[in-house]
């Protein structure tokens, strides 16, 4: 036994019942000296299924105690609106649901280690994924003292039925099969999805692969229009009801789900290099993105927009990349702020077959006025004034033109 793993005396490990960390409890302590295992789980709003019989289930497999942390109202207050705000997306499409919650996770989790005086921290992403550079960027920049321990890059085991027959030898029930079509994550703002027929681009994702979201074929045949208040970028109020931003977020997931709102398919860019293909259902959050979109078109002048989008694009890969716990995000996270706080106001979306579409939308800070915009006669608006702005906009263009002849 070498000294490196002698010396790891306590194990905080992030624990979710799945066969991985079944398989990883017993594996820690034959492979560190019998260390104490302490089994973490963060309830992000992944829901009561996964949660229920998860302390009786860990014991069972060697942890010496189990911590469930609810740390839903924070992950929407404090990661999720903050986030939306500066209005990242990764990669034109997917509304990083997996990446917003690694950072609150890998936080409460050297919040245990602290708590119990651990001298180690324990994931079980694999080595191929995003998660295990989010997890291990953020236990860099919080609790650089603590060793980090990834059983899939240490053992020899490579397969589901590998994990099953561990197990089994040990005498250590699990309720995993040798079979797993899916790879799923689940937190309060959506599922994803990989895995199976989707690992071929070609196929389209079957039934079987959506849980949250009705097909939109197969969603009411009339639309539903929900009222969304919003203050400084946040979002207050759902038809008229003030609650809170894990309260609103629920709200939005139930009404925008049963109109087959916010599923998309993808083929994004892993971090690691690889590309992956994901089926990712998102309704509450797609409803907020359209609300918040909507007033900032009201609010929002062509530069101060332009600059937003690029907050947003830099944000986006920031989060996706892991890296919450650093300058460069409460940097964006600053810069965004003066902006977001113009977005204030109602907005009214349309919910039909799978669309979440604003058709009302005002704000007390509304930069649209009718008298300017409209087509007819006005009082406040020169047309021949055009012309010498057109002339002094393409000047450069004109000079060239001229340098050429």
């Known amino acids: 036994m070498s000294n490196e793993t002698t010396a790891v005396k306590k194990v905080v490990l992030a624990y979710s019942g799945g066969l991985d960390t079944s398989a990883i409890i017993p594996w820690l302590k034959e492979t ?9 789980c963060a309830d992000v709003g992944q ?16 942890a ?18 903050p986030t939306i705000a500066t209005g990242a997306i990764y990669e034109g499409t997917y509304l990083l649901g997996t990446s917003m919650a690694r ?21 079980g992403c694999t080595g191929k994924g995003n998660d295990q550079v989010r997890f291990e960027g953020c236990f860099a920049a919080l609790a650089p003292d603590l060793k980090v321990i990834a059983p899939w890059r240490e053992w020899e085991m490579v397969s589901r039925e590998d994990l099953l027959d561990y197990l089994a030898e040990r005498n250590i029930q699990t309720t995993a099969s040798a079979t797993k079509i899916y790879s799923r994550d689940a ?13 071929d681009p070609w196929n ?11 097909a939109p074929e197969d969603a009411p045949n009339e639309a539903e229009y929900v009222s969304i208040e919003v203050e400084a970028g946040r979002v207050t109020k759902v038809n008229g009801e003030a609650l809170s931003p894990y309260a609103a977020l629920m709200t939005l997931n139930t009404i925008a789900a049963a109109h087959g709102v916010g599923r998309i398919d993808i083929t994004e860019n892993r971090l690691v290099g690889m590309k992956s293909r994901g089926c990712y259902e998102t309704p509450g959050g797609t409803v907020m993105f359209a609300a918040l979109r909507a007033i900032e078109e009201l609010v929002l002048d062509k530069s101060s927009r332009e600059w937003r989008e690029q907050v947003g694009a830099q944000m986006a890969h920031l989060v996706y990349d892991g890296r919450w716990f650093t300058p460069l995000c409460e940097s964006l996270l600053g810069a965004s702020q003066p902006l977001a706080n113009l977005v204030n106001g109602e907005v009214v979306i ?10 009302k939308k005002r704000s007390p800070n509304s ?3 009718e008298a300017f915009a409209t087509f007819g006669e006005d009082d406040v608006y020169n047309q021949k004034d055009a012309e010498g702005f057109i002339r002094l906009y393409s000047l450069a263009s004109r000079i060239r033109a001229l340098n050429a002849k």
Request: proline share 2%.
């Open 350 to 359: 349309k919910l039909y077959k799978g669309q979440a579409q604003a058709v």
């Open 47 to 62: 829901g009561e299924a996964e949660l229920e019989g998860l302390h009786e289930k860990a014991i069972a497999s060697g």
């Open 32 to 40: 560190y000296d019998n260390c104490e295992i302490i089994a973490f």
């Open 64 to 81: 010496s105690e189990c911590h469930i942390v609810d740390l839903k109202e924070e992950l929407v207050a404090d990661y999720i609106y």
């Open 103 to 123: 950072p609150i996770i890998a936080k409460a989790q050297v919040e245990v280690a602290r708590k119990v005086g651990a001298d180690a921290l324990c994931h």
């Open 204 to 214: 389209e994702p079957s039934k079987g692969v959506w849980t949250m979201t009705v």
């Open 367 to 369: 930069l649209y006025s």
């Open 187 to 199: 937190n309060a703002w959506h599922i994803s999805h990989e895995g199976g027929e989707l690992e």
